[in-house]
């Protein structure tokens, strides 16, 4: 384009952070909201001008720093459909904070805008350590919103967050530097090309997965979300279910399957069966809970396992359906955490036996989380379905086993949702405080609109989504398909695999280096 386009974008929030600092709070929401709608807009300069058949790596900037380090962007389709659900669900979160914080506002819109722009930092890094940076310095933000405007429990919560989200990182920083050495480039595409010896792939793997699997998160270690979610304030619970959940997938797809394909088919009954356990168990949590954002917490946990069971089936459907999950659950789980903020900001209370018949007094408001929770359950029509569809046919062609456990937690996904729906929207109206509520006004119509008429796009035209990122799926296949396990080795541990001729050669140059 000629223009630093991806640079900008980074700089509009930045600034506007900074900014925000110094001023008192109606024009600090001003400007928040200001610089969110112009990275919006920026996002959808970039979607319009994306050139589905042209090069992987486009928009791209580069230049020297210092020892080495590059400030290097770009995107690809992937990147790309991620960057515009960020910009996308961020103005959407200001409105949701106008009224709800009435305290220290100017610092609390600094510390969304600036997570913004680590956040989109984090999708179009090129160079390794920009990367981590972005991706370590993500957590600064979200831990002072939670810890500092979060609920009654806000210190605790806010600790375990960053706890086990940095401890995770760190392996996977050990682990870049040995890459860095021996490949000698920080460069994430050149990395993605590079054939490491199948035994440190291994090492090197773990090490990645340490990280990933805290920030998605995968069962066993999703304990922090629960508890992130029902003490963050509204807009801290969108973003971290909509979007930063998303790095851990977002990593997989950028670092493990490509860099470490060979150790990637060696776990994949690891992600497979953690996955399987994921979808039941936090299911069946899910439908003996009492808060309302814990109860659709549980289920991202639930949802994201159909995520990283496709990303590890080792087929184009499979990443296809990964992908669209990751946006779709973006839209559904921030729009579903929107709904509970709605009700509680009038009442204050998120215990669902304190509503009842909400239908009656709230009756647009009863739709729209009608809406969010079919597509939740996968209502043909609605993002979920689509979703859930191509990422089962995907996992189907690696495993029927696995098909038909994720199916289970599909159904018991419908059970806990339709069940929260009738205890909120319908029955009879017991509280004289619940039925009193008005419904919806003006600014919460602009919050929830846009987000059902994604939904509702996502689920009838989904090319749109998946054009962008086909071709880049589509070489990513390619990269994994001479490590792809086949027959009974699939979901079994140590069963011999099939290494790319390049990965043979590159194993055995080194061992005649040790010679």
Same mark, same amino acid.
């Given at each position: 384009?000629?223009?630093?386009?991806?640079?900008?974008?980074?700089?509009?929030?930045?600034?506007?952070?900074?900014?925000?600092?110094?001023?008192?709070?109606?024009?600090?929401?001003?400007?928040?909201?200001?610089?969110?709608?112009?990275?919006?807009?920026?996002?959808?300069?970039?979607?319009?001008?994306?050139?589905?058949?042209?090069?992987?790596?486009?928009?791209?900037?580069?230049?020297?720093?210092?020892?080495?380090?590059?400030?290097?962007?770009?995107?690809?389709?992937?990147?790309?459909?991620?960057?515009?659900?960020?910009?996308?669900?961020?103005?959407?979160?200001?409105?949701?904070?106008?009224?709800?914080?009435?305290?220290?506002?100017?610092?609390?819109?600094?510390?969304?805008?600036?997570?913004?722009?680590?956040?989109?930092?984090?999708?179009?890094?090129?160079?390794?350590?920009?990367?981590?940076?972005?991706?370590?310095?993500?957590?600064?933000?979200?831990?002072?919103?939670?810890?500092?405007?979060?609920?009654?429990?806000?210190?605790?919560?806010?600790?375990?967050?960053?706890?086990?989200?940095?401890?995770?990182?760190?392996?996977?920083?050990?682990?870049?530097?040995?890459?860095?050495?021996?490949?000698?480039?920080?460069?994430?595409?050149?990395?993605?090309?590079?054939?490491?010896?199948?035994?440190?792939?291994?090492?090197?793997?773990?090490?990645?997965?340490?990280?990933?699997?805290?920030?998605?998160?995968?069962?066993?270690?999703?304990?922090? +979300?629960?508890? $992130?979610? #029902?003490?963050?304030?509204?807009? =801290?619970? &969108?973003?971290? %279910?909509?979007? /930063?959940?998303?790095?851990?997938?977002?990593?997989?797809?950028?670092?493990?399957?490509?860099?470490?394909?060979?150790?990637?088919?060696?776990?994949?009954?690891?992600?497979?069966?953690?996955?399987?356990?994921?979808?039941?168990?936090?299911?069946?949590?899910?439908?003996?809970?009492?808060?309302?954002?814990?109860?659709?917490?549980?289920?991202?946990?639930?949802?994201?396992?159909?995520?990283?069971?496709?990303?590890?089936?080792?087929?184009?459907?499979? +990443?296809?359906? $990964?992908? #669209?999950?990751?946006?779709?659950? =973006?839209? &559904?789980?921030? %729009?579903?955490? /929107?709904?509970?903020?709605v009700i509680y900001d009038r009442l204050h209370t998120r215990e669902i036996d304190r509503y009842g018949g909400l239908s009656i007094n709230m009756p647009m408001y009863a739709l729209f989380f009608m809406v969010f929770t079919m597509a939740s359950i996968g209502l043909p029509g609605t993002s979920g379905?689509?979703?859930?569809?191509?990422?089962?046919?995907?996992?189907?062609?690696?495993?029927?086993?696995?098909?038909?456990?994720?199916?289970?937690?599909?159904?018991?996904?419908?059970?806990?949702?339709?069940?929260?729906?009738?205890?909120?929207?319908?029955?009879?109206?017991?509280?004289?405080?619940?039925?009193?509520?008005?419904?919806?006004?003006?600014?919460?119509?602009?919050?929830?609109?846009?987000?059902?008429?994604?939904?509702?796009?996502?689920?009838?035209?989904?090319?749109?989504?998946?054009?962008?990122?086909?071709?880049?799926?589509?070489?990513?296949?390619?990269?994994?398909?001479?490590?792809?396990?086949?027959?009974?080795?699939?979901?079994?541990?140590?069963?011999?695999?099939?290494?790319?001729?390049?990965?043979?050669?590159?194993?055995?140059?080194?061992?005649?280096?040790?010679?």
């Open positions: 384009m000629g223009f630093p386009i991806l640079s900008v974008t980074l700089a509009v929030p930045l600034a506007a952070a900074i900014v925000c600092l110094f001023l008192n709070a109606p024009a600090a929401r001003t400007l928040a909201l200001a610089a969110t709608l112009a990275d919006l807009a920026l996002g959808i300069v970039l979607w319009a001008n994306y050139d589905i058949g042209g090069a992987q790596w486009q928009f791209t900037e580069r230049a020297d720093l210092f020892a080495g380090f590059q400030y290097a962007l770009g995107i690809d389709g992937i990147a790309l459909m991620l960057i515009v659900l960020s910009v996308f669900l961020m103005p959407i979160c200001i409105l949701a904070s106008w009224d709800a914080i009435d305290r220290r506002v100017g610092e609390y819109m600094a510390a969304f805008l600036l997570m913004e722009t680590l956040m989109i930092g984090v999708f179009c890094a090129q160079d390794l350590f920009l990367f981590y940076i972005m991706f370590e310095a993500g957590l600064i933000p979200m831990y002072l919103i939670i810890g500092v405007w979060g609920g009654a429990n806000r210190i605790y919560a806010s600790y375990k967050f960053f706890l086990y989200t940095l401890l995770g990182s760190v392996l996977m920083l050990i682990a870049m530097l040995w890459m860095v050495n021996v490949a000698g480039t920080t460069s994430i595409p050149a990395l993605m090309q590079y054939d490491f010896a199948p035994q440190a792939q291994t090492w090197l793997w773990l090490a990645f997965f340490a990280s990933f699997a805290v920030k998605m998160p995968m069962w066993p270690a999703h304990t922090w +979300l629960p508890d $992130a979610h #029902v003490q963050a304030p509204t807009a =801290g619970s &969108v973003i971290l %279910a909509g979007v /930063l959940l998303k790095m851990g997938g977002y990593g997989f797809i950028r670092f493990s399957l490509p860099m470490f394909p060979e150790a990637s088919a060696q776990f994949m009954w690891l992600i497979f069966g953690l996955s399987m356990a994921a979808v039941v168990i936090t299911s069946l949590i899910a439908l003996v809970q009492h808060d309302m954002k814990k109860l659709i917490a549980y289920s991202s946990v639930a949802h994201m396992a159909i995520v990283t069971a496709g990303l590890f089936a080792f087929n184009v459907q499979g +990443l296809e359906g $990964a992908m #669209v999950m990751m946006l779709s659950h =973006g839209l &559904v789980s921030g %729009a579903l955490f /929107l709904c509970v903020g379905f689509v979703a859930e569809f191509i990422s089962l046919v995907g996992v189907y062609e690696a495993s029927s086993l696995a098909t038909l456990v994720l199916t289970t937690g599909i159904i018991l996904g419908a059970a806990y949702m339709l069940y929260l729906y009738w205890r909120v929207a319908f029955g009879v109206q017991r509280n004289a405080d619940a039925a009193a509520m008005r419904d919806l006004t003006g600014r919460e119509w602009l919050m929830l609109a846009p987000i059902a008429a994604a939904v509702l796009w996502m689920g009838v035209y989904p090319e749109s989504f998946l054009a962008p990122m086909r071709k880049d799926i589509a070489t990513l296949d390619a990269r994994l398909a001479g490590a792809a396990p086949t027959g009974d080795a699939r979901l079994a541990p140590g069963k011999p695999r099939s290494y790319p001729a390049n990965a043979i050669a590159h194993e055995a140059a080194a061992a005649g280096e040790a010679e």
